[in-house]
């Protein structure tokens, strides 16, 4: 139970992440910097995510 509800865990920060990322491509300015930050800590949250369903 607890894999699980640390899987829906990771799943609401990556959608949230996804939303940021967004969220700063629409400014008019985005930051680069921010925009690969963010898509860096995607990755990695979508990466454990792929361990944890791969080792159950």
Do not use: T
Not at 22 to 44: F, G, N, S, T, Y
């Amino acid at each position: 139970m607890a894999v699980a509800s640390h899987q829906e865990s990771l799943k609401a920060k990556h959608a949230d992440l996804d939303a940021q990322i967004a969220e700063e491509e629409r400014r008019p300015h985005p930051d680069d910097v921010v925009i690969h930050h963010l898509k860096k800590m995607k990755l990695r949250i979508k990466d454990e995510l792929m361990l944890l369903q791969s080792s159950q």
